[in-house]
């Protein structure tokens, strides 16, 4: 039983490398709510927040960058070369982390929660959940997407994994063992049969596409409703249709897609007019993908995509909208009336929000911005 009453709690851990994040965001498609308790433990140590000055006091100024923020690629060199200093660290961030993790169950409509953390074990973050589920790759495998993805160096991705204990020592406290060394779809099996097997109750409804009618333009009625993966032809379709890629979109390059973001899909009567796709990490939303059939107005069908998309990032209780509009939409009269504006990453202020803004931003794309919400997890209080 876990400690939220009414809340069915999975635990999401595994080492460095083994596909916890692809793992979480399917879990995610399915209905449960996400929290990235790694991400929380960025935002405990950003500058203002509570762990911000401990961590100074204890490693010294010089791990600060030019704007005053902690450098962790280097805080990261020193506690992984040092089993003492890496203890010191978790010592600081752990109990803020359980505190944002609070804050964020307690708020979430979702009855399903996924927490993924690499040191669930080690924080005791498993003794609040109702089961614990481990990815497991071979280490081959995390060594060559630390190495491709992280862009680490051979011996810096050697070092994180020697780093941290033995997968077997995770596998044993699983309650569910995801492999991870395949496919996106024979991971999406493992997990859709152990979510049929322990939370059969909420499968039904989370499976559910979301379509809500919003409005109607000459052709019919408008509704968004939310893709799936049983979705993945008809996305790939829709992008072959009007992105009109050299090479096209296929339904396995669409189930790879979701391990990394999810989709909306507008429909004008019967027929597919657009498709957004949205990412949600570390409370901020990013829509990267905005596909809109040119015969259709962009002021009719735009709207609901975008509304639809920030309902659902709310109920996920982010603080804030970044999109990166394609230039046939970057006119700032199609986003004004919606609240966006048209900024740049280092105009953001949140180092959450800006480090989000450059990791997304595309060349040829303009970010436009909204705040969602004022209040903000592990705001210094």
């Known amino acids: 039983m876990s400690s939220w009453p009414g809340k069915y709690v999975i635990g999401l851990t595994g080492n460095i490398g083994t596909g916890k994040s692809v793992v979480r965001r399917m879990l995610e498609h ?10 929380l433990a ?59 993790i609070e ?35 071979p280490p081959e495998i995390q060594l060559a997407r630390l190495m491709q993805y992280r862009k680490m160096s051979e011996a810096e991705a050697r070092q994180r994994i020697a780093a941290q204990p033995p997968q077997e020592q995770k596998i044993g406290a699983a309650t569910v063992v ?85 989709f909306l899909i507008l429909r004008v009567g019967n027929q597919p007019g657009g498709l957004l796709g949205w990412q949600v990490e570390n409370l901020v939303a990013r829509t990267v993908d905005i596909l809109l059939d040119t015969s259709l107005p962009a002021s009719d069908v735009l709207p609901p995509l975008i509304e639809e998309m920030e309902r659902s990032s709310r109920n996920l209780q982010c603080e804030a909208s970044l999109i990166f509009a394609p230039p046939e939409l970057a006119q700032e009269s199609l986003w004004k009336p919606l609240g966006y504006e048209k900024r740049t990453p280092q105009t953001l202020g949140v180092s959450a929000w800006q480090e989000a803004a450059v990791e997304s931003l595309r060349p040829g794309t303009t970010l436009f911005f909204k705040q969602l919400r004022a209040d903000r997890v592990l705001r210094p209080i």
Not at 182 to 198: D, I, N, P
Request: aromatic fraction near 6%; glycine fraction near 8%.
């Open 30 to 39: 399915l209905g449960a709510y996400g929290i990235d308790a790694d991400a």
């Open 42 to 100: 960025h935002r405990a140590i950003a500058k203002g927040a509570p762990g911000y000055q401990p961590v100074i006091d204890h490693f010294g100024r010089w791990i600060l960058t030019p704007d005053g923020e902690i450098d962790r690629a280097k805080l990261a060199r020193v506690v992984f070369a040092d089993g003492e200093a890496l203890a010191r660290l978790e010592n600081i961030i752990h109990p803020l982390v359980r505190q944002g």
């Open 103 to 137: 804050w964020l169950v307690q708020r979430s409509s979702q009855k399903v929660i996924v927490i993924e953390a690499i040191k669930l074990l080690e924080a005791g973050l498993n003794k609040t959940c109702d089961s614990v589920w481990v990815t497991y790759t």
């Open 178 to 262: 995801i492999r991870n060394d395949g496919s996106f779809e024979e991971t999406w099996k493992q997990v859709m049969a152990a979510w049929k097997r322990l939370v059969p109750q909420t499968l039904e409804a989370a499976q559910e596409a979301h379509t809500q009618p919003r409005r109607a333009v000459p052709q019919g009625e408008i509704t968004v409703s939310r893709g799936k993966p049983k979705d993945s032809e008809d996305i790939a379709g829709l992008i072959n249709r009007l992105r009109k890629p050299a090479k096209p979109v296929t339904r396995e390059d669409v189930m790879a897609a979701f391990g990394e973001k999810a």
